[in-house]
Every structure is written in C-alpha cells, then in structure tokens.
C-alpha cells in the first residue's frame, strides 16, 4: 500500500498538491509541538507520614542476566522510599546461566526481594511472565525495569506524586546511556533517547500520546488490570499496552528528569535486530487496534497526534525508497522533499533543545561562562544524533516488507547486558 500509494502520487497530476497540503498540516502540528509549554510536575514526596506513601511494585522479568541481575536488586533494594512500602519482583524466565545463584544469595540479604522462577514450558515471553507475577504484587503502582537498568534513589519519590492527577495511567522515566562514551553507535543512541524524551514531553504538553519505553514505566495498578493486563501476542509490551492504555482514556506521563539508565547496544547487528523488533512491535499496535483508533476511542486530540507520528516515523521512511525509485526513473527530485525536509528540521530543533534541556538542569550543568563551548558541544551531538537517525530508513523498509509478506512474530533476538562483571564471582549457596 505505500509503495503503490508513492507510485500513485507520482503518477498523478494532484500528487504535488497533496502532499503540500499535508506538509502544511503536520507543519502547523510540528509547531505547537515545538511551542508547547510543558506540564509542570509536582513535588517529590517527602513525608514523615507512611500513610502518605501509596505502596509500589517493583517487577524485573529476566533471563540468563547474571551480569546484570546483582547490581540491579541492589540499586532497587537500597532506594530512597520507605522499605515497608514497596516490594521487589524478580521473574526468572527459567534462566540456564548463574542468574538463579545470584538471586539467592541476594534473597538472603533483602527482606523485599521476592524471587519467581518460571519453568521451562512457560510461554507469553516477558508479557506472560509479567502477568504470572502481577497477581502476587500488593502495589498500587506497578513499575517494570530491564535487567540493566540503574535506578536513581530518589526516583519513587518523584515518581508517585505525578499519579496524583486521576487520569494519568501511566508514567514512562526518560532513558539514558550509561556506556554512551562508547563508540558511535551509542553515542548516537544517547542522542536519541534524548529526542524521543523530548518530543514526548511535548506531545503530552498538547494532549497527545505519551509512550511506554519498557525500562523505567511506571503503570497504575487500577488501569493496568483494566485493560487486561500485558498482552502476551506482542513482541513489544510497553508500545502495545500505550495504545489500550489510551484507547482506555488514561494518560500517560513523562519525567524527564531523573533518568533510568541502560546499556547501549555496541555493534551494528545487534542494532539491526534491536530496532527491527521495536519497528515490527510499532506498527503491529496500528494493526491491531486501528478499528479503535479510527472510531475516535481516544479523542480527537490524542488520534490526530498519533496520526501524524505514524507519518513521520514509520510511513515517510518506508516511502523514501519508492520515491527516491521514482525520481531517479522519472528524472525530477523525489516528491516528498517537502514532508522530509519537514521532519529533518523537526529532528534537528528537538534534539538540540532537548539536549539543551537536559544539560542546564543537571547539577554540573554548563556555565554562562562556558555556554559558547557547550552550544558548539551540542550541535555536535545533534549532527551526530541527525545522521545516527537516518538508520531508521533501511530498518522501516526492511520492516514493512517483510510485515507484508511473512506472519506476526512473536519471537526476537535478545539483547546481550554486559554490566561490570563483578557478580559473576558469586559463590554458589550449595
């Protein structure tokens, strides 16, 4: 459909215009996006009383992780909220590595640590182990970190208060690199999860989607169970349960400040598969649920947003390659120049103000003196961010045609955490 759409609109003498006509409306979306005011977050919670703090679950599904797995129960057992408040999960997805031995010796230490170990026929993947456990939980609230996830102390405590407005659903805490010094590729994922942060901050801002990212959600328990739960035919939980949360009319929210940090993929390949997986589970919830989408379920606002998110990051990309075929045959410059500049110009501003924003708000944030230094230090990071990003070109083509000729998939290649390595040397309890 989009590459016979692109051929059409080459063909036809009104193409030109319609695609004017729709640079003009995303254009005019782009611009209250970029101008919208953010919504202000409350306080963080710091209260002498513990009936004032809502109770919390903590859930970490994880399989053959032991590199990871010790460091993290460490950080979330050790948080800055009050102990008898909250509770840890750890779902062992029927580990074959040392995962099982780590979580032992660590149950022995941490009273809120609890530890699940599915069997080796149990299905769903990380949905269906999520789902397994979640009638086990007491809280409230429900978060989901990823096995490499490092957790600022302080995060519940600015987390909580922001479930204080009724109709928020859910709240998503921006990722961060840790091992962004790297090499180029997770330096240009750095920059990324910056942009994404950012542009979610302002759609919210305007009423439109906020999106789960997996690592670092935060769901009301409430709104969880009302829709069902995780959905165990995806292979993207968080960007599936975004769509039923919103059909559902609950919000979802942003902290940008703290962040949840991960590890970034380090080579090629494993980016290929990362993001083939997250492009497949993105226009997958577009399949499943666009009966729903199209019947206004969410609201005018939110619909209109999410329209104009499946152009710029899923339609546009696949359709380059047909009209750049097109151009080259028919001698004259690709048609969607327009809406590509568009987007082009989107990215650049989003990832320097974003960047920007986060740099001045953290404590060793730049100077005035230094200012001159760290805007050129900036634009860098944006040029690098801008060319990082053109990947998703050949990962939506490669995507879209395989999505129309192969069935769902349910499966994916796992992404590999290194950590530090200082848990592999635990001793075995037996």
């Known amino acids: 459909m989009i590459w016979s759409g692109t051929v059409a609109l080459h063909l036809s003498t009104w193409g030109s215009w319609l695609v004017i006509g729709l640079t003009t409306l995303m254009g005019i979306h782009a611009l209250r996006v970029l101008l919208a005011r953010p919504i202000p977050l409350p306080e963080p919670l710091y209260s002498d009383d ?72 149990a299905s769903g993947g990380k949905s269906g182990a999520l789902n397994q ?8 609230i429900v978060a989901v970190f990823d096995a490499d996830a490092q957790v600022p102390p302080d995060l519940l405590r600015r987390v909580v208060p922001m479930f204080e407005r009724e109709r928020v659903g859910a709240v998503q805490v921006r990722k961060a690199i840790t091992n962004a010094t790297a090499n180029v590729w997770t330096r240009g994922q750095a920059v990324e999860m910056v942009f994404d942060a950012y542009i979610q901050q302002q759609r919210i801002a305007i009423g439109g989607i906020g999106e789960l990212r ?35 009319r609950w919000d979802v929210d942003l ?53 104009m998110f499946l152009i710029s990051q899923y339609l546009l990309p696949t359709a380059a390659v047909p009209d750049f075929l097109m151009a080259l045959l028919r001698n004259c410059p690709p048609l969607l120049i327009p809406i590509t500049s568009l987007s082009l110009t989107l990215s650049i501003l989003g990832m320097f103000i974003g960047l920007r924003q986060v740099q001045t708000s953290l404590p060793d944030g730049p100077t005035p003196r230094r200012r001159l230094p760290s805007i050129f230090i900036t634009g860098m990071q944006t040029l690098l961010g801008v060319t990082y990003m053109l990947h998703w070109i050949p990962v939506m083509a490669s995507t879209t045609t395989r999505m ?19 848990w592999l040397d635990a001793p075995d309890p037996s």
């Open 50 to 121: 513990l009936a004032d703090y809502p109770q919390v679950s903590l859930m970490v599904a994880a399989k053959n992780e032991e590199a990871v797995i010790g460091r993290l129960v460490e950080n979330l057992c050790t948080l800055d909220y009050p102990t008898c408040r909250y509770e840890v999960w750890i779902i062992d997805d029927n580990s074959s590595d040392r995962t099982p031995i780590v979580l032992e010796r660590l149950k022995q230490t941490y009273p809120q640590l609890h530890v699940v170990r599915r069997s080796a026929n």
């Open 404 to 422: 129309a000729f192969r069935p769902k998939r349910l499966k994916w290649v796992k992404t590999v955490h290194h950590g530090s390595g200082e």
């Open 133 to 140: 456990v979640l009638p086990k939980t007491s809280g409230e």
């Open 214 to 248: 997996g690592n670092g959600q935060f769901v009301r328990r409430d709104a969880l169970e009302h829709c069902g739960g995780w959905n165990e035919e995806t292979i993207t939980d968080d960007l599936d349960l975004t769509i039923r949360l919103h059909l559902d």
């Open 255 to 307: 902290l940008m400040l703290p962040a949840v940090g991960e590890e970034g993929v380090t080579n090629a390949i494993g980016l290929w598969h990362q993001r083939n997986r997250w492009a497949e589970g993105g226009y997958q919830r577009y399949l499943d649920y666009w009966r729903l989408i199209v019947r206004n379920r969410m609201g005018t606002g939110k619909t209109v947003d999410l329209f």
